[in-house]
């Protein structure tokens, strides 16, 4: 339906690369399947873009529904907390201590 449509253009695009401030050049993408989220990225020490030696790393989150303005992302297996809230900030992914992931167009 056309009602449906137009809430869809309005739910956040999780889906893609995004740049994280604390790991310049690391990668980070976001796929979405229905309201399951699956996050790769790499870290540096702490960057990327200089030939630093890269651990790759892949997180599972969630979204409470499909048009969601907020993921539940699992870091502990980077040693952080199991349910870390991002919060979809018009182009990007905020987190609680302030970092944001900038999403790549």
Do not use: M
């Not at 409470?64 to 182009?91: H, R, Y």
């Amino acid at each position: 339906t056309a009602a449906a449509s137009e809430d869809a253009r309005a739910a956040p695009s999780w889906t893609g690369r995004y740049a994280d401030p604390n790991h310049p050049g690391c990668k980070r993408e976001v796929s979405v399947s229905g309201v399951a989220v699956k996050i790769d990225g790499t870290d540096g020490t702490p960057g990327c873009s200089k030939g630093e030696p890269q651990r790759p790393w892949s997180l599972s989150a969630r979204l409470a529904s499909e048009d969601a303005t907020e993921v539940l992302i699992d870091f502990s297996p980077k040693g952080g907390p199991k349910d870390l809230v991002g919060k979809w900030d018009q182009n990007g992914i905020k987190f609680p201590d302030g970092n944001k992931w900038k999403k790549l167009e």
